[in-house]
């Protein structure tokens, strides 16, 4: 169907998008963050990002000191309730993922999307 094109098409360009991000895996000039990297260690993480853009050793933790506003685990519980970095608890994705998760049309994009973003071991 017309509708089933347009949804494979889009899958394709998500794929060529994301083949230079696995394929960088192992490349000295890219660097592969994920969300959790951050939620893990948020400065850890930003040194590395921060190192890698070129920051010089001497100005890393006026940097590091910049980006810890963006440590959601530093904020305090009013500040976490009301970031627009926080989706949590906000929205009722169940519905959602339901629909997405339960379509078998969307199973062999999802897993060549996770495969490629370092997810998975196997695409």
């Known amino acids: ?17 994301l ?6 895996q192992n490349d000295h000039n890219a660097l592969n963050i994920k969300l959790e990297d951050f939620a893990a260690d948020f400065r850890d993480t930003a040194a590395r990002m921060f190192s890698f853009l070129g920051v010089p050793p001497q100005d890393l933790d006026r940097f ?8 959601i685990h530093g904020q305090k519980a009013d500040e976490f309730a009301h970031s627009n970095h926080v989706t949590d ?24 999307m996770k495969h490629a973003l370092g997810y998975s071991c196997c695409p």
């Open 19 to 24: 083949s230079p991000v696995s394929g960088g």
């Open 89 to 112: 608890g906000k929205y009722d994705k169940t519905p959602l993922l339901k629909k997405v998760l339960g379509d078998s049309r969307f199973e062999e994009e999802l897993k060549l």
């Open 64 to 71: 590091l000191e910049v980006a810890a506003k963006q440590d």
């Open 1 to 17: 169907t017309h509708t089933h094109r347009k949804k494979s098409h889009f899958f394709f360009e998500i794929g060529t998008a």
